[in-house]
């Protein structure tokens, strides 16, 4: 089945840095890669997703770029803030609809 | 619009008891999605279903839990009994269809077996 690996599990930027969680995936039949950011006592929420057969997407400060070669993708955060701070998780899925999550990103942005 | 409805939303109970989890998919959605979330394991698929039947059931660590989904707008995870290894926050989420559309999570139920 599938396996994700997302790195790295804590992340600790200052408020306007950049942010970068990175993901890689073992089932080459993967064609949809949601990011879910989830604040404490709640579900999971989708940011941004990018499918099989897009290079990169952008969402205003949010971005995520796939490499299929390598299969690896990457969530990429401009210009955090403080409300930022959350759990990150990259996701992986073939057409049966199947998520494998990553096992998550704890980030915390300092004012 | 609602999103996924899940209740209860906390729930506390002692080992050997029956543990009842209800969800209320997105009104349209297709397919239904039950996950637990612990910290030595992160978020697990249990089961999903498509269109009221269990395509997928892998997921489910063993006979003490099931899963119903009556019709398009109810399902239920049942844990008898439960176990204090049982203690999670169980997530259901709701999709257009199975595949590639966008999963849409309920708050969860933080479930706690002494």
């Known amino acids: 089945g599938e396996n994700v690996e997302q790195h790295p599990s804590t992340l600790s930027v200052q408020e306007g840095d950049s942010a970068v969680i990175k993901c890689t995936y073992s089932?080459?039949?993967?064609?949809?890669f949601p990011w879910y950011k989830q604040e404490l006592g709640k579900g999971p929420q989708l940011i941004i997703d990018?499918?099989?057969?897009?290079g990169e997407k952008k969402d205003q400060r949010i971005a995520v770029t796939l490499n299929k070669t390598a299969k690896h993708f990457s969530l990429h955060i401009t210009e955090t803030q403080p409300e930022d701070s959350a759990v990150y998780f990259c996701?992986?899925?073939?057409?049966?609809?199947?998520?494998?999550f990553g096992q998550g990103t704890i980030l915390t942005v300092h004012p | 619009d609602a999103g996924v409805i899940q209740s209860p939303r906390h729930e506390v109970t002692e080992m050997g008891q029956e543990v009842t989890l209800r969800c209320k998919p997105i009104?349209?959605?297709?397919?239904l999605f039950w996950y637990r979330q612990t910290m030595m394991r992160g978020l697990e698929l249990l089961i999903y279903?498509?269109?009221?039947?269990?395509?997928?059931d892998s997921g489910m660590p063993e006979d003490r839990f099931s899963a119903k989904m009556p019709n398009a707008s109810f399902s239920t995870l049942k844990i008898q009994p439960s176990e204090p290894r049982d203690s999670a926050v169980y997530f259901c989420?709701?999709?257009?269809?199975?595949?590639?559309?966008?999963?849409?999570f309920g708050p969860g139920t933080r479930l706690t077996v002494l």
């Open positions: 989420a709701s999709s257009l269809d199975r595949g590639t559309d966008t999963q849409y």
């Open positions: 089932d080459s039949a993967s064609n949809y």
């Open positions: 990018i499918r099989s057969n897009v």
């Open positions: 996701a992986a899925s073939t057409r049966a609809g199947k998520l494998t």
């Open positions: 009104s349209g959605h297709n397919s």
């Open positions: 279903f498509n269109n009221n039947v269990p395509i997928d």
